[in-house]
């Protein structure tokens, strides 16, 4: 009902969301996390197979040759 | 929840699951570097070890080595000196070649004078020989001419002297007619002493033979055989005398004549001090 915006009789007044603590943890996390990603992902790159930034979400091969991007 | 709430919840959501995909792959990535870093320690390792032995094989072959390359630098340097000598032996050679094709050329030049030079002189030969075969003809010519001359001349002299002894029996014969016809005689003694058998000739005064052969006839008589014949001019009835040394030996009067020997008969000998007739001893013509 309310979609079609219509207001019922009775129902509790509606208040405005604002950011909270929990919004500013979040926000230290995100940053945390995007940090550590980037830097796993520089690491990942050098030990991957490949190289590249996908080559760090890859797995060496068991039975081949293990081949390294040169420094 | 605000917004900007979900909207971080949702990003951190997301993060979280990249962020667990990198870290799944990083250590399983780590784990096989690890464990093919331990392999190629492994490996390097016994490489390590073959490389020490190899270079203790590497050592001692290179030892060996050089002791072959000192011993073939050595060789090398005989081998060296060898070559120096022999190139110098062989620039001798070569200097002696051209000197002996030098010496060949001049031979060769003398050679050709030589050559030229034998055929002139035997050129000069066959005609000297042609000029000898004409003048031995022209002498053969002449000794033959000489020789039919000197046999005639001895018919001549035969025939002379045989006149003259027929003229000498013809003479005795007259005396002994005229003695017979002054004394009346017969003419059978007459006959006798004109057949003129024991009358001898003389001998050529240049007489000089050999007695080969000394025999006794059938009547005991001497025979001898003398080196001489009617080339030396000599005839039945010849007497000749037979020396040795200064002393005479007999008197011979020849009965057989032949061109180079003659046989006469023993009829007088030395009494005493003679000695036996000899072969070797000379024959001389005799006086009458």
């Given at each position: 009902?309310?979609?079609?915006?219509?207001?019922?009789?009775?129902?509790?007044?509606?208040?405005?969301?604002?950011?909270?603590?929990?919004?500013?943890?979040?926000?230290?996390?995100?940053?945390?996390?995007?940090?550590?990603?980037?830097?796993?992902?520089?690491?990942?790159?050098?030990?991957?197979?490949?190289?590249?930034?996908?080559?760090?979400?890859?797995?060496?091969?068991?039975?081949?040759?293990?081949?390294?991007?040169?420094? | 929840?605000?917004?900007?709430?979900?909207?971080?919840?949702i990003l951190a959501a997301v993060l979280s699951v990249l962020l667990s995909g990198l870290a799944i792959a990083y250590t399983s990535n780590a784990d096989r570097l690890v464990t093919e870093i331990s392999v190629e320690k492994a490996r390097a390792s016994e490489a390590q070890a073959l490389s020490a032995a190899s270079a203790a094989d590497l050592a001692r072959v290179r030892e060996s080595l050089e002791q072959k390359i000192?011993?073939?630098?050595?060789?090398?340097?005989?081998?060296?000196?060898?070559?120096?000598?022999?190139?110098?032996?062989?620039?001798?050679?070569?200097?002696?070649?051209?000197?002996?094709?030098?010496?060949?050329?001049?031979?060769?030049?003398?050679?050709?004078?030589?050559?030229?030079?034998?055929?002139?002189?035997?050129?000069?030969?066959?005609?000297?020989?042609?000029?000898?075969?004409?003048?031995?003809?022209?002498?053969?010519?002449?000794?033959?001419?000489?020789?039919?001359?000197?046999?005639?001349?001895?018919?001549?002299?035969?025939?002379?002297?045989?006149?003259?002894?027929?003229?000498?029996?013809?003479?005795?014969?007259?005396?002994?007619?005229?003695?017979?016809?002054?004394?009346?005689?017969?003419?059978?003694?007459?006959?006798?002493?004109?057949?003129?058998?024991?009358?001898?000739?003389?001998?050529?005064?240049?007489?000089?033979?050999?007695?080969?052969?000394?025999?006794?006839?059938?009547?005991?008589?001497?025979?001898?055989?003398?080196?001489?014949?009617?080339?030396?001019?000599?005839?039945?009835?010849?007497?000749?005398?037979?020396?040795?040394?200064?002393?005479?030996?007999?008197?011979?009067?020849?009965?057989?004549?032949?061109?180079?020997?003659?046989?006469?008969?023993?009829?007088?000998?030395?009494?005493?001090?003679?000695?036996?007739?000899?072969?070797?001893?000379?024959?001389?013509?005799?006086?009458?």
């Amino acid at each position: 009902m309310s979609q079609m915006g219509m207001q019922m009789p009775g129902r509790r007044r509606q208040t405005t969301a604002t950011p909270n603590v929990y919004t500013g943890l979040l926000l230290a996390s995100v940053a945390a996390l995007a940090t550590a990603v980037v830097f796993v992902a520089l690491a990942g790159m050098k030990i991957g197979p490949g190289g590249d930034v996908m080559g760090a979400f890859k797995i060496h091969p068991p039975d081949a040759r293990l081949e390294l991007k040169d420094p | 929840m605000h917004i900007l709430t979900k909207f971080l919840v949702i990003l951190a959501a997301v993060l979280s699951v990249l962020l667990s995909g990198l870290a799944i792959a990083y250590t399983s990535n780590a784990d096989r570097l690890v464990t093919e870093i331990s392999v190629e320690k492994a490996r390097a390792s016994e490489a390590q070890a073959l490389s020490a032995a190899s270079a203790a094989d590497l050592a001692r072959v290179r030892e060996s080595l050089e002791q072959k390359i000192g011993a073939l630098e050595s060789e090398l340097t005989q081998a060296t000196q060898s070559y120096n000598e022999l190139e110098t032996e062989n620039r001798r050679l070569l200097a002696d070649n051209k000197r002996l094709d030098l010496k060949e050329a001049t031979y060769e030049a003398r050679i050709d004078d030589f050559s030229a030079q034998i055929d002139a002189f035997s050129k000069i030969v066959e005609d000297a020989r042609t000029d000898v075969t004409r003048l031995q003809n022209e002498q053969l010519k002449s000794i033959s001419k000489e020789i039919d001359l000197t046999d005639r001349i001895n018919d001549l002299e035969g025939q002379l002297e045989v006149a003259l002894e027929t003229n000498r029996a013809l003479q005795e014969q007259l005396v002994g007619l005229q003695d017979q016809v002054a004394q009346g005689g017969t003419g059978t003694t007459i006959a006798a002493r004109a057949n003129g058998r024991d009358s001898v000739l003389r001998a050529p005064e240049s007489l000089r033979a050999r007695i080969t052969d000394v025999q006794k006839d059938v009547d005991n008589s001497v025979m001898v055989s003398i080196n001489a014949g009617t080339n030396d001019l000599l005839k039945e009835r010849m007497k000749v005398n037979i020396v040795r040394g200064n002393d005479w030996l007999a008197s011979v009067v020849l009965v057989r004549v032949d061109l180079n020997e003659s046989i006469g008969r023993v009829t007088l000998t030395k009494a005493t001090g003679g000695g036996p007739i000899e072969i070797g001893d000379l024959v001389l013509a005799a006086d009458l």
